[in-house]
């Protein structure tokens, strides 16, 4: 979230890709069907809760924390329907992403614990300039 809210937008992505990529390098890598819809969910989650950070306060923080678990969830869940272990069929799909919940709500208070911890940390520190990261010079 932080990538999304302060570097611009044709960097915001590298540092998603460096950290997903380092985490896979030190537990293990894994199927690449499966590791290519996680890293198409962490981007599509890093994206889509830019809008929501153009003006940085608790409820936008709180907003990209939600907004961005619910992208990753709805993204990765896909992995298992495509790797077979639902069966494709309306039921498969409800079982799917009912089996998903418990991590979506991991994902709300990881994203809510961290971003709000990184982002209060910005603001009492004054890391970085309001006005130097202000909407117009995101893009």
Known sequence: MVAAAFLPR???LAPVLATIFFIDAVNGFYSLLAMSFVYVGHLLAAVSVRPVLGKIGVS???LAAIGSAVVFYLISNLTTMAMGFFPNTLEGWIACYVAGLPFLLKGIVANAIYGGAAFGVIALTG???????STAQRH
């Open 127 to 133: 890391a970085f300039d309001a006005d130097r990261f």
């Open 60 to 62: 936008s923080v709180g």
């Open 10 to 12: 044709k960097l915001m």
